[in-house]
């Protein structure tokens, strides 16, 4: 009986032993491999931002705010007669600022009047953007700052380029785990590396209101592509 018992003590310590071992050796034959996904897409944008200033100046604040409010107020109502909605018309920035000139041989600053900007920033397509600068400037602005082309669903955008970067990782690691007569396990971990939507380069340009105002019959906006940007970092294994 004592013999028995020695022996099935002895078998439970070998496949003690065993079995880590097994693991282990199971473990270690998994390869973990790390790869990056990428997408770029070019789009038509279907939406730009217009930013466009109205800028007057006067001896008092109150002169100048009064005609400040008087050009921007006829700047919107005639931009709202080519169908831009109230809600698409919002300020952006409001400022009224002195104006020096220098006395004494320039050794002293007096006030000579004062200057008020009224900015608003006007949401359209792109096809009326031309219209709309065009009616803003015969209306009284006189600045043009900045036009700015987008997505109206930029998230559902985004999401979208994230899954093709994710497909295009798992592209790369199924090419690797072939070469290696292996295949992809497990997806240890997926981390989001960035995503963007670049705008065209003229997006961000000043617009000369001399250069506007020559064009006719108007004024040409060309939105050109947005450029879609994204990237995905994957951790796989392989076996």
Do not use: W
């Amino acid at each position: 009986m004592s013999k028995i018992i020695k022996t099935f003590c002895f078998l439970a310590l070998f496949v003690a032993l065993l079995v880590p071992s097994a693991l282990a050796a199971e473990v270690s034959a998994a390869t973990e491999v790390q790869v990056s996904g990428v997408y770029q897409e070019e789009l038509a944008p279907d939406v730009v931002y217009i930013n466009l200033g109205t800028l007057t100046e006067a001896d008092t604040v109150g002169a100048a705010q009064s005609k400040n409010a008087e050009i921007s107020s006829h700047v919107q109502q005639q931009l709202e007669r080519i169908g831009i909605k109230t809600e698409h018309i919002k300020t952006s920035q409001y400022t009224v600022t002195p104006l020096y000139k220098t006395e004494d041989s320039h050794r002293n600053y007096v006030i000579k009047g004062y200057q008020a900007t009224n900015s608003i920033t006007v949401t359209t397509t792109p096809d009326k953007a031309g219209e709309v600068i065009d009616t803003a400037l015969t209306a009284g602005c006189n600045q043009v700052n900045q036009l700015q082309f987008g997505k109206k669903d930029d998230d559902a955008v985004k999401n979208a380029a994230l899954a093709q970067a994710v497909r295009n990782g798992l592209n790369k690691a199924n090419a690797i785990a072939s070469a290696l007569n292996k295949r992809v396990v497990r997806i240890k971990t997926i981390t989001e590396s960035g995503i963007s939507v670049q705008n065209p380069e003229s997006s961000n340009r000043m617009y000369s209101l001399k250069a506007m105002a020559e064009a006719a019959p108007s004024t040409p906006i060309s939105a050109g592509l947005l450029k879609l940007n994204a990237n995905v970092h994957l951790v796989v294994e392989l076996d």
